[in-house]
């Protein structure tokens, strides 16, 4: 997987709603969101992990390579299609090489881009298995995302041991031997498409995505842990209602 992340999560994340755009529409700036009245959107989680195991029989009846693939979440909660605030939290929560001893996430957000949607996951206690002696001292992970009428933008705090404090540029990787490969303040911006009814046209609008710290599987560690990439503090923004963050698909070894 590369450095921008797997794309079947993304797609499973934001698959529902990326609509196609069909016919001529005039597209808008992100900034103009708040022209016709859109629901607010955004979503929070602690840990979302992609589990992937053979499928059963019956749904792979051709070729034994077919597999299942689940998208997990833990501390989730999305924001109302009205804006308000919503909050979760969990404790004790291990996924594959990674355990987190607390958590606490809130979304918030209102129709009238002040803002739209802001999102933070505070992540404590994290242990990922190797993660020692990579160099790597995890004590805290902040992780939020806004998206205002200036826009989507975002950032990961994090905090060692020590109590030492620093933010890492935008997809900083560090490699954990044995393991896999991690990615601090993973971000990227989606477009998708929405009918305005008023007028009958197209407007673009961009999602944002932050993840404090997106855990990429090697080979021989998925088979052991059963699961693909892992993701710690995921929070996303947008002025549009987004859609469930866990979900099922199949796929293939083959193509």
Not at 47 to 54: D, L, R, S, T
Not at 113 to 128: D, F, R
Not at 147 to 155: A, F, L, S
Request: charged share 15%; proline share 4%.
């Amino acid at each position: 997987m590369g450095k921008w992340g797997n794309m079947k999560l993304r797609s499973l994340i934001t698959g529902a709603i990326a609509l196609a755009l069909v016919g001529v529409g005039s597209l808008h700036s992100p900034a103009q969101a708040d022209e016709f009245d859109a629901d607010v959107g955004g979503g929070v989680a602690t840990i979302q992990a992609v589990v992937k195991a053979g499928a059963p029989a019956v749904l792979r009846p051709v070729r034994n390579a077919d597999y299942a693939q689940y998208t997990v979440t833990y501390g989730r909660t999305v924001l109302g299609s009205n804006g308000g605030r919503r909050e979760a939290s969990v404790l004790n929560k291990t996924v594959g090489p990674v355990s987190v001893k607390a958590s606490s996430n809130v979304i918030s957000g209102n129709r009238n881009g002040l803002p739209y949607a802001t999102a933070q996951t505070v992540l404590t206690g994290i242990n990922i298995t190797g993660i020692n002696t990579a160099g790597i001292k995890l004590g805290v992970l902040d992780t939020s995302c806004t998206w205002d009428r200036t826009g989507p933008r975002g950032e990961t705090t994090v905090t060692d041991l020590n109590g030492k404090t620093n933010k890492p540029a935008k997809n900083s990787v560090k490699n954990i031997p044995g393991v896999g490969y991690v990615v601090f303040n993973e971000q990227y911006i989606q477009n998708h498409y929405v009918l305005d009814p008023a007028t009958n046209t197209y407007k673009r609008f961009e999602v944002i995505f932050v993840y404090g710290a997106h855990l990429y599987l090697y080979g021989a560690a998925q088979a052991v842990y059963g699961t693909t990439d892992i993701i710690l503090g995921f929070t996303s923004c947008d002025p549009v209602k987004l859609p469930s963050l866990s979900g099922l698909q199949f796929g293939s070894n083959y193509s």
